[in-house]
């Protein structure tokens, strides 16, 4: 149980395009959903909490306009890197909680490439 | 705020020697804390996680850990270590907003 995906789990785009990452809770019903980005050899940096039908709470520092949160559904959440740049390029990572417990599952994450 | 350190940033053991990594945390009341492992290109994996009770928790592939209050600690041990155990290893704690702030990572290397 407990299982989390997201898809694409990698991606190439050229400067200035948008794209767009799915993070799916595959058995269970995600209140809360969270999206990370991580650099290489680096711990996790939370950029964004989305709980189901309501925006997106983003951290210090992170541009809600270039980083565009959607929360539609208890089992999916979507992340579109708006713009994109190579500085954009990292590996993002999604998670989901059902809320009760506090535990965070997470998603196998992606590896945005942007040229 | 409520934080993790993690003092070892890279450790290298032999395979089928124990394993432990230490975790403390900064945290006023008492703490859900968490260990991730982190295998490369991938996401975290749940090792096992404390809220209250047992202060000795049993995870998945053999590990356990041990909150230890008197030492903000919740250090996470293995008896033998196995070739596959290679990888980035994450302590977190719950903040009070119910996030999850995470130590920097110890990375574990087995050496044959």
């Known amino acids: 149980g407990a299982v989390v995906s997201q898809h694409p789990s990698w991606v190439i785009c050229k400067s200035g395009t948008s794209v767009k990452i799915e993070c799916r809770s595959l058995?269970?019903?995600?209140?809360?959903m969270f999206w990370y980005r991580q650099f290489p050899k680096q711990s996790l940096m939370l950029m964004a909490t989305?709980?189901?039908?309501?925006?997106?709470?983003?951290e210090q520092g992170v541009e809600k306009d270039k980083f565009l949160i959607n929360h539609a559904s208890l089992t999916l959440s979507t992340l579109t890197v708006t713009s994109a740049h190579p500085e954009d390029s990292s590996f993002y990572i999604c998670?989901?909680?059902?809320?009760?417990?506090?535990?965070?599952?997470f998603g196998p994450g992606t590896r945005l490439t942007v040229l | 705020a409520q934080s993790v350190t993690q003092p070892d940033i890279h450790i290298t053991v032999s395979e089928g020697a124990s394993l432990e990594l230490r975790c403390n945390y900064s945290?006023?009341?008492?703490?859900?804390l968490f260990w991730y492992v982190q295998s490369p290109g991938q996401g975290l994996q749940l090792l096992l996680k404390y809220f209250s009770g047992d202060t000795l928790v049993q995870g998945i592939k053999g590990f356990e850990a041990e909150f230890k209050r008197s030492q903000s600690s919740f250090n996470l041990r293995k008896p033998s270590v196995h070739w596959s155990d290679a990888a980035e290893y994450f302590c977190?704690?719950?903040?009070?907003?119910?996030?999850?702030?995470f130590g920097a990572g110890t990375t574990v290397t087995v050496r044959a």
């Open positions: 977190a704690v719950v903040t009070n907003d119910y996030k999850l702030s």
């Open positions: 945290y006023g009341a008492t703490p859900y």
């Open positions: 998670s989901a909680s059902a809320g009760s417990e506090d535990t965070q599952y």
């Open positions: 989305s709980n189901e039908g309501s925006k997106a709470t983003y």
């Open positions: 058995d269970f019903q995600a209140t809360t």
